[in-house]
């Protein structure tokens, strides 16, 4: 069975014009909001911000796929699944690592 699109958020049409503005992808203008925050950051933090724009960054090709998310709904989602991409591979390893080494 193929998966449709989700229909559009129903209260879409109840909200303000500027709340409709809010919730359009805009991804250089939603990185630019987020650079004051990251210049205000420790370096190690702001390497690691910029890690997980740079992953998240990927997906963002994909917002028509869930039109009904809002930009930082879905920045979330990415985010979360990019880490959660990372958890079960360090997992992996660690399970490698801890298994008994088979002989040659």
């Not at 069975?1 to 129903?10: E, G, H, I, R, T």
């Not at 979330?76 to 958890?87: A, P, Y």
């Amino acid at each position: 069975m193929a998966l449709s699109n989700p229909p559009d958020d129903p209260f879409q049409g109840f909200m303000s014009q500027g709340l409709r503005d809010q919730t359009r992808f805009d991804l250089h203008s939603d990185l630019r909001n987020v650079a004051r925050f990251r210049r205000a950051l420790r370096k190690e933090d702001q390497d690691a911000l910029d890690d997980l724009l740079v992953s998240m960054n990927n997906y963002w090709r994909l917002h028509d796929q869930a039109p009904h998310l809002t930009p930082l709904e879905f920045m979330l989602i990415s985010l979360v699944i990019e880490e959660r991409k990372l958890v079960a591979d360090l997992q992996r390893k660690f399970d490698e690592l801890e298994s008994p080494s088979q002989p040659a």
